[in-house]
């Protein structure tokens, strides 16, 4: 089983980036997936946005809400995340994760072992 992001990069304030995580080892299709943010410094881990296994539905926490779109492709494994509008807030390090629980894709915090897989992580830098 394997999640692999890539995608980020440094950027300055405004600009946008497109995160892309390819799945493969398991049936991508039937999971949920998150995009969850975390620091290597503090630990803290935020939610960012989830997407439904079929992408009918799309989740953001507030913060991102308006700026983000998460979306999939099912046909080639593979998940984006479309950031715009970046601010330095923004700077972490990102992390697809894949889930069978609804609450851990659509809004709620969970832990790392609540997740099924997740990937290695791609640095987002947002700074002038």
Do not use: H
Not at 36 to 56: H, T, Y
Not at 67 to 88: E, H, V
């Amino acid at each position: 089983v394997q999640l692999v992001e890539s995608g980020g990069d440094l950027v300055q304030p405004g600009g946008s980036l497109r995160l892309s995580c390819v799945a493969s080892g398991f049936t991508f299709s039937t999971y949920g997936m998150s995009w969850v943010r975390q620091s290597p410094g503090s630990g803290l881990r935020e939610w960012v946005a989830g997407i439904d296994n079929d992408g009918s539905n799309t989740y953001y926490r507030d913060s991102v809400r308006g700026r983000f779109t998460i979306s999939r492709d099912n046909a080639k494994n593979t998940l984006f995340l479309q950031m715009n509008s970046l601010k330095p807030e923004d700077t972490n390090v990102y992390y697809c994760a894949a889930v069978t629980k609804y609450d851990c894709y659509s809004g709620s915090w969970c832990s790392w072992d609540t997740y099924n897989y997740w990937g290695q992580g791609t640095q987002v830098t947002v700074s002038s």
